[in-house]
């Protein structure tokens, strides 16, 4: 596999390209922004001898054929014969009121204007293609974006000329998707890190000239040996052999199988139950409950989970293939098990539907999610700890379930509330307007601060909403689960 970075204006003029043989540039963003660095950065990659992508970062509230124009008008005095051209299918930087209108957020659910962002992001895709592959015919032009939209806003697998999937989590060359990729981006730190499905440059060059398919996957090595199994009693190559079936399933057992490859004993019956269960309920024949040769357990796990949250009406990243209180309770009440929460010895949820609400933010989705990683942000701990919405400042923001709110203020994260929820989690809402903060008991859905951008790790008007083991200590973070 050939290797690379991509770079934008953050990298400078002058990144290190030493081992790079493709590189992406960020070239444009919207109809008047042009990347200051993109002609130095191009000029020295092509001085080492690497290939280039230019790619374009969209304003989804624009109609996406004026900006292919923008985008081609200003790349056209740098462009060479094996260049490809690339769409950065992500739009985390924008609320829903920039893509929608605030008018189009009336009325709605959080599911039904997520619903509606995607489907305008799958017009913007189909506008910017075109006019593209009119003005550029038979010039490549790859489909870059994050595993969580291909697998949540994508719903016709139109990949155009080739996905650049970017995917962090798993080992380079090895995407958790089941899609054909050309180039996987499996690392930011200290820079976005890439490999590429072509064997040489001579072979990235017969592609880009439009004189062979799109590669077939590379090979996968041949998996190790595997290890002698203790004789513990559990079969774990169910369900070719004897069935180790429980009748019921535990809360932390399931999230454990969402991040965790190695399990043993229970742990991994609960897994292969789990997805044996949900391929039998949503019918999908087509999938195999054991992974498939190269793929984690884990990315297979979320895989089935992340189906059947959306089975849920769930989106974005709330279908994230982690398993919460509430998607556990509703499988275990479809397959007729029983649910067991261990942490709080409870067989219900914490609380009834009616105890909580569907977002901090109504009518937002989530901008930024939990575990996001990019180079130079969030160095406290290498990853986005919570969840951001992005909104207009003096937003509500309501509490998620009952409990009481407690304040306090922070050089990073400004104006913070702090919700002590009756499920015993601490939710911290972050970068709040001064003077807008309630305190004292609250029930779901209430009213307990607005929106702003206080504190300097703000980056634009959000709310960043944190779930934490404690009230009072920053860092005890999990993705957020109400």
Known sequence: MLTGIDVSSHQGPSPDWRGSQVVGVKATQGVSYTNPHWKAQVNGSRAIGARTIHYHYPNLSRDGALEARFFLDTIQPLLSDTDVLCLDWEWYDQSNADILGSSALEGRTPQQVAALVAQRAREYRAQFAAEVRRLAPGRRLLLYCDRNIWTTVDDTSDALDGLWIADPDNPAGVPGIKHPWVGHQCACDPVDQDVWAFDSLAAW?????????????????????????????????????????TTTLTLQRLQKAARQDDLTGEDHVHRVQACASIRATLDLAQDTIMPPQGTPWTTHFRYYWSAWQRSLGYTGADADGVPGETSVYRLTERIGLRYWDADRQRDTPSTPTSGRVDAPVPGCGVSTPYGKRKAGLWPAKGYHTGDDYACPEGTPVVAVRPGTVTVRDDGVLGCIAILSADNGRHYWYCHLLKGSRVTGPVEAGQVIAKSSDTGTGARGKHLHFEDNASPTTWGTDRRPDW
């Open 205 to 245: 060059d017969e592609w880009a000239l439009g004189g062979a398919p799109i590669p077939p996957d590379p090979p996968q090595p041949e998996p190790p040996p595997p290890e002698p199994t203790p004789d513990d009693g559990q079969n774990r190559d169910w369900p070719a052999g004897a069935s180790p079936w």
